[in-house]
């Protein structure tokens, strides 16, 4: 009805449809709903560059909550899309963590001759000494950007076509006809692909397991200069038992930790 001939309409009604006349006239003020003019499926989701989602686009719902803060996983073998790792990031957040460590250091005996009378107390005995601790909390420095995520709301899809090897995440637990799940990606976060690199090339460890928090450790080794001391006038029963001045070596590794990283292993399908 919002067309010009609206008036011509209009003026073969009686004067009583003042109220219809209104009712139209407020409907052709409203811009209408904005609609996907897109070829991706329903439950499609993807990152945007944008402050608002596109037309047939939703930005809400307990699923895209979830993601919220958090890295997109190609759901792995025998995993449950949508399951969660870690708590997500706040904006801006640079996550921390911490390691513990245990170590110890063994003192080699010493004969000393010459140690009599007062002031003797102080030495170092030989043995093995232990020693542990935590250490101070870092950042893990991992890189990442902030992005809009939206999900595909309109069906049936818009017009146009989809290139074939698209990758997509959705929020369906199978993915829609003419895409299929690709086997490389899955328990993997992805990079774009760097300068002379090659596609589809794994590095790193192994995939995760479903639902994994993955964790590493740090070894470590150095040396420990205990002082010395200089003795005189012992007699030959205080003349052994001391501890060797030197720079004994103390190795360990430490205790593992998870570097943090939040993530959702969701569904993802590439175009066939």
């Known amino acids: 009805m919002c067309v010009s001939g609206l008036p011509q309409f209009l003026d073969k009604l009686s004067p009583a449809p003042f109220v219809f006349m209104t009712l139209v006239a407020a409907v052709c003020s409203v811009p209408l709903v904005g609609y996907a003019q ?55 957040e640079n996550r921390t963590h911490a390691h513990s460590f245990s170590s110890s250091i063994t003192l080699s005996s010493t004969y000393i001759h010459g140690v009599d009378g007062c002031c003797n107390n102080d030495q170092t005995s030989e043995g093995k000494y232990t020693f542990s601790g935590t250490t101070a909390v870092s950042t893990s420095e991992v890189p990442y950007v902030q992005l809009l995520v939206c999900m595909k709301s309109d069906e049936p899809p818009g017009p146009g076509d989809i290139p074939g090897g698209v990758l997509m995440f959705t929020a369906g637990l199978d ?21 002379g690199g090659s596609g589809l090339a794994t590095f790193g460890g192994d995939s995760l397991a479903p639902h994994e928090d993955r964790t590493h450790a740090h070894s470590f080794s150095d040396s420990f200069t205990p002082g010395s001391k200089s003795l005189a006038q012992a007699p030959w029963w205080k003349a052994w038992g001391y501890g060797h001045s030197g720079a004994p070596k103390y190795t360990g590794e430490s205790g593992t930790a998870p570097t943090g990283l939040p993530y959702m292993q969701i569904l993802q399908c590439e175009k066939g």
């Open 175 to 195: 993915c829609p006809s003419g895409w299929s799940q690709p086997a490389a990606t899955q328990g993997r976060f992805m990079v774009g692909l760097p300068e």
């Open 38 to 92: 897109d070829p991706y499926p329903s439950q499609a989701i993807a990152f945007f560059n944008a402050k608002e989602c596109p037309g047939g686009w939703t930005p809400t719902g307990n699923l895209l909550d979830g993601m919220t803060g958090r890295f997109l996983v190609p759901v792995m073998p025998n995993g449950t899309p949508q399951q969660t790792v870690e708590t997500a990031l706040a904006s801006g």
